[in-house]
């Protein structure tokens, strides 16, 4: 599964700066009401909304994303809706600090719920912590102070503020939250309605740009409300800026490598030319001292031995031609001819050579004498292997 990149939580920058503007808070709570609007109509709950879980966008930080649905719940499968029933079993189940009565009564969770669970959240973003964070191993006791806080309204939530700024939008949040049945269907438009009410009397509007950047960076509540604009717009500029010298560094980096291979096919490209052009001249060398050898062959003077007779039946006897002249013999011939009881001698020099005395004097080459040994060498091993093999079978 791909999803998008996102930034960083709210939980950071709340441990960075404490708490939160009341403008900030109001203006998400907002756009939390429009992100549980929509699972709602999908007919599924959250269950688990926290600052931990609220996350800004990585490339626009103004933008609040809802995530990890481990605990989401189908509240209204195919259109009917779960029965209230509580189950102690299963009871204090989700985030202990936010999670609704009805959770920790262990009943499933349900619309009204995720509200609840939104109004403790901005309560605590407001304020800077809630009533029971001592008491977070107790989830009894924390489960009475939100039984207390609710049946104290608004004065319960309009006392816990310290810092004396108007949270009276919160406190008729969770008043609406509490006041709906089980499975009653919110009427978003009202709660949208109180928090805006509270933005419009401040001047900010709902869509505008949030007071924090990802890097967590604190800006004087004093400074005006233009200010405020461009200062929220400068940490987009410079995310914006790193992107794309991010992407120029990676497309310098990319051609490099490319010229890189490049050249290393050059060099590749160049021994093997280099080693097919040696192979090459060897073979030409080779062929060459073969070819003048083999004419050297063929230039050789052909000699003739004969015998010449005097009788018209004795024919001329040829011997095979020599091929170099290595001994010279002087034999003579006599014949007696039976019809003039003459005795005929001829005597004719003529030159005989022996095959293996004429192969001994052949001039070879250093590599054809090489190529040689190598192929009797390797029929000398044949005929070994041959000869084992057939006494072994």
């Known amino acids: 599964m791909v999803m998008e990149r996102l930034g960083v939580d709210l939980q950071k920058i709340f441990v960075q700066r404490g708490r939160f503007q009341r403008e900030t808070v109001l203006q998400l709570g907002v756009r939390m009401l429009d992100v549980l609007e929509y699972i709602h109509e ?71 719920g ?19 964070e001592q008491n977070l191993r107790d989830p009894v006791a924390v489960q009475t102070a939100k039984t ?39 009427k978003y438009e009202i709660l949208k309605k109180i928090l805006l009410d509270g933005l419009e009397s401040s001047g900010i509007l709902h869509k505008g740009l949030l007071e924090f950047s990802t890097a967590g960076h604190i800006r004087s509540s004093e400074a005006s409300s233009k200010k405020q604009k461009v200062n929220a717009q400068k940490p987009v500029t410079e995310q914006i800026n790193r992107v794309q010298n991010k992407l120029k560094d990676e497309r310098i980096a990319g051609s490099h490598v490319i010229q890189r291979q490049a050249q290393k096919e050059e060099k590749l490209d160049g021994l ?13 060398n080779k062929y060459q001292h ?8 063929k230039e050789l003077p052909s000699k003739t031995s004969s015998e010449d007779f005097s009788s018209s039946f004795c024919g001329r006897h040829q011997d095979f031609p020599s091929l170099s002249i290595s001994r010279k013999r002087s034999s003579s011939y006599s014949y007696e001819c039976p019809l003039t009881n003459a005795k005929v001698t001829n005597f004719k020099k003529y030159q005989t050579t022996g095959f293996w005395s004429t192969i001994s004097q052949l001039t070879l080459s250093e590599e054809t004498k090489a190529d040689v040994f190598h192929y009797g060498l390797t029929i000398f091993f044949l005929l070994i292997l041959v000869v084992l093999s057939l006494y072994f079978l």
């Open 114 to 132: 995720d509200l609840e669970i939104l109004g403790y959240c901005m309560l605590q973003w407001l304020c800077g912590k809630l009533p029971w």
């Open 290 to 297: 073969h070819q003048e050898f083999l004419s050297g062959v």
């Open 148 to 186: 207390n806080l609710l049946d104290e309204l608004p004065n319960s939530v309009m006392k816990w503020n310290p810092s004396g700024n108007s949270c009276c939008e919160i406190a008729q949040f969770l008043a609406y939250a509490n006041g709906l049945a089980y499975d009653e269907k919110p």
């Open 272 to 284: 093997i030319n280099s080693e097919r052009t040696q192979e090459s001249t060897v073979r030409r």
């Open 42 to 112: 999908n007919e599924y709950v959250h269950g688990d909304i926290k600052a931990a879980n609220l996350l800004l966008g990585y490339r626009n930080p103004h933008q609040v994303y809802l995530a990890d649905y481990g605990l989401s719940y189908r509240y209204c499968p195919n259109g009917n809706h779960k029965q209230y029933q509580e189950n102690p079993r299963k009871g204090h189940n989700g985030t202990v600090e936010f999670t609704s009565l009805d959770a920790h009564k262990g009943v499933a969770p349900s619309r009204r």
